[in-house]
């Protein structure tokens, strides 16, 4: 349910009008084989294949006039080389990984939507490419932690479904998040571009369970048409407060953001606050 939103944001605006809600699901099978076995650092090739349908209703703000895209089926093949590797949590303590990767996503068919006079298109075909590296060290005496990374990634036939969607501050929204402190969720539109993204914590009292989280990331864009901006980077940083009892089975995050690039108003800069939460519901076998 509303996991294939889809949210027009151009030049800082939100276009209400041009937004709607999306529901679907689907189903993928996945193969990891081990390319270096007995190495203290594994080399996986991942193969993946799916598909996704998703079906489409209108908000209450979405404009009378607007049609919406059909149903749709969309069927997909990802293949990648990753070594090492990150747990999938909110904030890990401890990663390494660089991988490449590319995916090839068809549509069952091709489809316009939106008004009359200016409709848009969804391409019957897409691909994908992208290479990360990154890297998450917590000390554990001193309780501090330091994360890296940066993604590169570009796209052919991208439209506004397949094309890269950056900003917001949800780190599991995706395998690969491209994250920015102070902007809308997935407010920037690209065909390419270059992520880079820095964080360090520290504790605030002895037992580590209150934490202070700085982090900042910019990025370099060549927009998808009819989302150009004046600047190609985008920059934005922010702080959190984060709490983990002793037994790190939930963590919450109060977190504030400041985008420096965000266009809000016709001028540059827009703040945002949030509230993170992640229960672990293994954590009661790790401590055993």
Not at 152 to 166: E, H, I, N
Request: charged residues 20%; aromatic residues 16%; glycine residues 10%.
């Amino acid at each position: 349910a509303y996991g294939d939103n889809y949210y027009e944001v151009r030049q800082g605006n939100f276009i209400k009008g041009e937004s709607f809600d999306g529901h679907g699901g689907g189903a993928a099978v996945s193969l990891y084989q081990l390319l270096d076995p007995g190495v203290l650092i594994p080399l996986n090739l991942v193969a993946r294949g799916g598909f996704h349908y998703a079906t489409y209703a209108t908000e209450d703000q979405t404009a009378a006039a607007f049609a919406l895209p059909n149903d749709q089926v969309n069927a997909f093949t990802r293949v990648g080389l990753r070594f090492a590797g990150k747990e999938p949590v909110l904030y890990p303590d401890l990663g390494l990984e660089v991988s490449a990767w590319f995916e090839r996503q068809w549509r069952m068919q091709d489809d316009t939507y939106g008004f009359n006079n200016n409709p848009y298109r969804i391409n019957p075909a897409s691909s994908l490419y992208w290479v990360y590296a990154g890297i998450n060290y917590a000390f554990t005496n001193s309780g501090q932690k330091i994360s890296f990374a940066v993604t590169s990634g570009g796209s052919t036939d991208a439209d506004r479904f397949s094309a890269w969607r950056l900003g917001g501050v949800l780190p599991l929204i995706s395998e690969f998040p491209l994250v920015l402190p102070g902007y809308y969720y997935e407010e920037l539109t690209a065909k390419s571009f270059v992520h880079l993204y820095a964080a360090y914590d520290f504790p605030l009292e002895p037992e580590h369970r209150f934490k202070f989280r700085i982090e900042a990331a910019s990025a370099h864009l060549d927009y998808l048409a009819g989302f150009e901006q004046a600047n190609a980077w985008q920059t934005g940083a922010g702080c959190a407060l984060t709490f983990a009892p002793k037994k790190k089975n939930f963590e919450i995050v109060l977190r504030y953001g400041y985008g420096f690039n965000a266009i809000r108003h016709g001028e540059e800069g827009a703040h945002s606050i949030g509230l993170l939460f992640q229960y672990d519901f293994e954590a009661r076998k790790k401590s055993d």
